[in-house]
């Protein structure tokens, strides 16, 4: 079966800290992962994607194969980074696209 | 930018009541989502919807679930006798077409069942 874990609940970092948020999935076959941000009353919104492959507000995460890891990393918090993260997990191929999504991690910058 | 929305925001019902959660999806899109996350817990796929019909459905998804879309924009979520533990965040979400494009989400509805 599909899971994602996402070990911490809460990452409390100073302002211009490293951050790395982790994800770990279970899955057999080809997933495709997503990380996904909530904003303090907002929706839930695409961060990014590990086929993109690109750097969102400086955000970037790589997808390890052999560690089943996609941690989302940025080199300097910003306090405007203060969200709830969840990391997610999907089929690839085919149309209907089931998201699994883990526990969420709260990520706390303070100035 | 287009977006999903949802209503109501908040709904508030009795035990044993029947509710309906709307959604508006981007118009163009093809595959229709509904999600729930009940306090403390995770983001938890109940089912999605292609073509006017059911194209996966979770356990969680049971007899007193159903989904529809009535019009050609409107995509609802029917309980049909609530019970407490049916009290969470319910989220709809969108997708236009294709295995590698995002589904875009809605703000939610706040359901409690008291």
């Known amino acids: 079966a599909q899971r994602v874990t996402q070990p911490e609940k809460l990452l409390s970092v100073f302002k211009g800290a490293p951050v790395e948020l982790k994800c770990n999935y279970s899955?057999?076959?080809?997933?495709?992962l997503f990380w996904y941000v909530q904003y303090s009353r907002q929706r839930l919104q695409l961060l990014l994607r590990h086929i993109s492959r690109e750097s969102i507000k400086g955000f970037t995460a790589d997808l390890n194969k052999g560690e089943t890891s996609f941690h989302l990393k940025k080199p300097f918090a910003q306090e405007e980074d203060s969200a709830m993260y969840y990391c997610?997990?999907?089929?690839?191929?085919?149309?209907?696209?089931?998201?699994?999504f883990g526990t969420g991690t709260r990520l706390l910058v303070s100035p | 930018e287009p977006e999903v929305t949802q209503t109501p925001s908040h709904q508030v019902t009795q035990m044993g009541q029947e509710v309906i959660l709307r959604c508006v999806p981007i118009?163009?899109?093809?595959?229709f989502y509904w999600y729930r996350q009940i306090l403390g817990q995770k983001v938890e796929f109940l089912v999605s919807?292609?073509?006017?019909?059911?194209?996966?459905k979770s356990e969680i998804f049971d007899d007193q679930f159903s989904v529809e879309r009535p019009d050609g924009s409107n995509f609802t979520l029917k309980i049909r006798s609530t019970k407490l533990e049916d009290s969470a965040m319910y989220f709809c979400?969108?997708?236009?077409?294709?295995?590698?494009?995002?589904?875009?989400f809605g703000p939610g509805t706040r359901l409690t069942v008291l």
């Open positions: 919807f292609y073509n006017n019909e059911i194209s996966e």
């Open positions: 899955y057999s076959g080809s997933p495709e």
């Open positions: 979400a969108s997708k236009s077409t294709g295995s590698t494009d995002t589904q875009y």
């Open positions: 997610a997990l999907s089929y690839m191929n085919t149309g209907f696209q089931k998201l699994v």
């Open positions: 118009s163009n899109h093809l595959y």
